[in-house]
């Protein structure tokens, strides 16, 4: 079983790369984003210490954590954005641990797949076989995100600048999705991809 990370920036199409990976080949996609926000859940293993850190205001009158709140604290202050990644990122790696150790024991799947555009933030690359960067333009992300998500230049600007940049994706990872065309084009590069692993498993090793 070959666990690859699926990273990029907002808008890219890591989804619908993810997707592909999902219907075609019968990928398992391990959601870090819900095992994120159930762990922030109370009773769940983030929960006590973002609300020690962040105090008892960022809290709804059900005692659940108000992402809304939570994230208007951390998104123009870059040192409370990463204090709360790192109460919530080793969390979420201990449990994505898990699930790819029971799916490699189960034998049930030839891929497990982390779709996440903080792959370099995060430290799930440390339990990825590889990671693909799947890369748009940004005017392109721009106008995917206006159309399908209706956000404003303004806000998809404070997006752009939180997020890691181009640069940093292609000095960190070597396998690169181009996704600036049609379907075919971008299911042809993930045919490739795997069709280049399967190739490397296949050859022989010599000391």
Not at 98 to 112: D, F, G, L, M, P
Not at 128 to 149: A, F, G, M, T
Request: aromatic share 10%.
């Amino acid at each position: 079983m070959k666990v690859i990370g699926i990273t990029g920036g907002i808008g890219s199409g890591k989804s619908l790369v993810a997707d592909i990976m999902i219907k075609k080949y019968k990928a398992y996609l391990i959601n870090s984003d819900r095992i994120a926000k159930e762990q922030m859940m109370p009773g769940g293993i983030s929960y006590k210490g973002v609300v020690e850190y962040f105090g008892k205001e960022i809290l709804m009158e059900d005692g659940t954590i108000d992402k809304g709140k939570l994230s208007q604290i951390v998104f123009n202050d870059k040192d409370k954005l990463l204090k709360l990644n790192s109460l919530t990122h080793p969390n979420v790696l201990t449990e994505v641990e898990k699930v790819i150790t029971k799916k490699r024991e189960s034998k049930t799947v030839a891929y497990c797949i982390i779709e996440t555009a903080l792959m370099i933030e995060s430290g799930y690359d440390f339990v990825c076989d590889e990671v693909w960067y799947v890369h748009s333009s940004p005017n392109l992300r721009r106008d995917r995100l206006k159309q399908y998500r209706s956000y404003t230049d303004e806000k998809i600007d404070a997006i752009f600048t939180s997020q890691s940049k181009e640069e940093d994706f292609l000095k960190a990872y070597k396998k690169v999705i181009y996704n600036d065309s049609d379907l075919f084009k971008l299911e042809y590069q993930i045919d490739s991809l795997l069709k280049g692993q399967e190739e490397m498993d296949k050859s022989p090793v010599f000391s």
